[in-house]
């Protein structure tokens, strides 16, 4: 279940944005699976049992659990699990027969890309099981736990930069390529998807660590609020990695700081005894 997560996190969004035909087999195969089995997952919440806040016992009574569930995180669970795209275009379909054919065609496929979107709420789940392991395995902030949480952070940090990326290009394309945007002053329109994911990759990274906008500075507003919001991501995942590096650079003497305050406190004592 943890790698479904993870490449739902990972793939979705590429195939989103890079790929025009999302109708494929291998496409329609993978989102039916992994609907399929986060819908089974949101089930079995019902029937889960909950640790109290206090680590004290478990609620295992099923009206609890479904009142407790529903008043959390059932919604975006529910909303993530649900294949809104694709119910959208089926009725779409029934609706209007000749759809494609017309210019509503291209709007319906924008929508739907854009409702696909909604699949990514599953990053609330997966910080939800990892969260669940670190109670399971009772870590206090310790070397070990400061370790864990620098590993975890880098991840979503690594994770954003891909997502930063990714919207870096879905939002020209959504534009149909404006000829100002980045993509059509690179000539990127019609090449590989991974010579355009690793572009925007390059530039959504040149933003997230402001040192520089990439292949060329922002010229639209889109171009300019996403690269203010590129900005902002990068500056807030660099603040929260130093405040968790200085945690486990403290953690690391952690064992000789107490011993120092120790021998101190005891010549305090001594020496007040003695005079």
Known sequence: MLLLMVGNLIIIPVGITFFKDEHTPPWIVFNVVSDTFFLMDLVLNFRTGIVKEDNTEIILDPQQIKIKYLRSWFVV?????????????????????????????????????????????????????????????????????????????????????????????????????????????????????????????????SHMLCIGYGMYPPVGMTDVWLTILSMIVGATCYAMFVGHATALIQSLDSSRRQYQEKVSQDDVFLTAVLS
């Open 77 to 205: 669970d529910f909303i993530s699990s649900i294949p809104v795209d694709y119910i959208f275009l089926i009725v779409e379909t029934r609706i209007d027969s000749d759809f494609y054919k017309t210019a509503r065609a291209l709007r319906i496929v924008r929508f739907t890309k854009i409702l696909s979107l909604l699949r990514l709420l599953r990053l609330s789940r997966l910080i939800r099981y990892i969260h669940q392991w670190e109670e399971i395995f009772h870590m206090t902030y310790d070397l070990a736990s400061a370790m864990v949480r620098i590993v975890n952070l880098i991840g979503m940090m690594l994770l954003l930069c891909h997502w930063d990326g990714c919207l870096q290009f879905l939002v020209p394309m959504l534009q149909d390529f404006p000829a100002d945007c980045w993509v059509s002053k690179n000539k990127m329109v019609n090449d590989t998807w991974g010579q355009q994911y690793s572009y925007a990759l390059f530039k959504a990274m």
